[in-house]
């Protein structure tokens, strides 16, 4: 029997026409900040209801360079979380500031109201860091009211969330700045590498229009320190134009497979997302299990893939060296130890999630649940 991914390119780009974006790019012989580029912008700044959207290479370097846009500089403290794969702790580290790492609410896996109000008693950081991870928009409105009364700017970080909204409002539009990254996985993924920020502050999109190009303010002119070449290309763009009509649509689909995950398990000693509403993208289906090990061995023996998102908290990886110790972020560290994630894609056939409904209520079964 066929193996259950975790995500099939196939399955994502069925039906949907991308030779034609290929072909306007390669008929028009211009490959890099050319209309395909301006256009992707545009529509993407519209969607998220923002003003300016300027695309870069990737995630991290729109997380960097975001941070950069905010004059975050070495030795600056920025508060993030620890259970976000160290994307943020990434670019963090690559300008030399410094990750002050804060509990997660465990019912969401985003940065905690309550831990954040304590740590910004103790330490007022440069600036703070909010993944809406896997497709799970924050308690972002909160968190932005109590970065307002110390004056810090707030950066999004919607790698996984792509069109959540709370209120009409988009991910991405309730901070200073919102960083994408286009990914092939992602829930608006492009056919290599890409991302973006997005903001509202026309001088902030203007300084990251320079930074992704040397530092430029026009050509050859070198007017701002720290630029470098991060620069999505013509075919992305037109690729991505093409695949942004489908993001509502695939992101249903998505969350229509959650939907029935969570009906299916509600019975089972599972942990399952808390939202099925708009402010949920499912850009993973993560549940939390106490044998996650032996759960995902069992999957996996039934041709069942799953993984885990992600094992190691940021502030135990080895690559730097941090004050906060193991034990000091609890929760993070207690869902690290818990989470899986189980198969969720647009395309996903039918018959694959009942597969894994199967599977699952067949492990529960086996050990006695
Ligand atoms: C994927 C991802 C990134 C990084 O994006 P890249 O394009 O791979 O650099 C950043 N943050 C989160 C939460 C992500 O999932």
New binding site residues.
């Given amino acids: 029997m066929n193996k259950v991914l975790m995500f099939s390119t196939t399955s994502a780009n069925a039906g949907i026409d991308l030779s034609s974006p290929v072909m306007r790019v390669l008929d028009s012989h211009w490959y890099v900040l050319g209309t395909e580029v301006s256009s992707f912008e545009n529509e993407f700044a519209e969607y998220n209801g923002v003003r300016h959207c300027v695309s870069v290479a990737?995630?991290?370097?729109?997380?960097e360079l975001g941070l950069r846009s905010l004059d975050i500089k070495a030795g600056d403290s920025v508060i993030v979380t620890a259970n976000?794969?160290f994307?943020?702790s990434t670019?963090i580290h690559l300008i030399g500031a410094k990750p002050v790492y804060v509990d997660i609410n465990p019912a969401t896996h985003t940065l905690s109201v309550d831990a954040l109000k304590e740590a910004l008693e103790i330490n007022v950081p440069k600036a703070i860091i909010v993944?809406?991870?896997y497709g799970q928009l924050a308690e972002i409105e909160d968190i932005i009211d109590l970065a307002s009364k110390y004056g810090v700017p707030v950066v999004e970080?919607c790698?996984?969330s792509h069109g959540a909204m709370r209120n009409g409002k988009r991910t991405g539009s309730f901070g200073t700045i919102g960083?994408f990254?286009?990914?092939p996985?992602?829930n608006l993924g492009a056919l290599g590498?890409?991302?973006a920020v997005i903001t509202n502050d026309t001088a902030i999109a203007e300084k990251l229009r320079q930074y992704r190009q040397y530092g430029w303010s026009s050509k050859y002119c070198v007017d701002l320190p720290g630029g470098r070449n991060s620069r999505l290309d013509e075919m992305q763009a037109a690729i991505l134009r093409e695949k942004l009509t489908h993001l509502e649509r695939q992101n249903t689909e998505r969350r229509d497979i959650a939907r029935k995950y969570n009906k299916a398990f509600e019975k089972f000693p599972l942990i399952c997302p808390i939202s099925l509403d708009d402010d949920y993208v499912a850009?993973l289906y993560v549940v939390q299990v106490s044998k996650r090990d032996e759960f995902r061995s069992f999957l996996n023996e039934q041709g069942i893939m799953t993984d885990t998102h992600y094992p190691i908290p940021d502030h135990l990886q080895k690559a730097y060296v941090c004050e906060q110790k193991i034990g000091s972020l609890p929760l993070t560290e207690a869902a690290c130890d818990k989470v899986v994630s189980l198969p969720c894609f647009p395309g996903m056939a039918g018959e694959d999630v009942e597969r894994v409904i199967s599977v699952v209520t067949l492990y529960f079964k086996s050990i006695g649940e």
Avoid: I, M, R
């Avoid at 990737?58 to 997380?63: I, R, S």
């Fill in positions: 990737n995630g991290t370097d729109a997380l976000a794969g994307y943020s670019a993944t809406h991870l970080d790698a996984q960083c990254s286009f990914y996985t992602k590498d890409g991302g850009h």
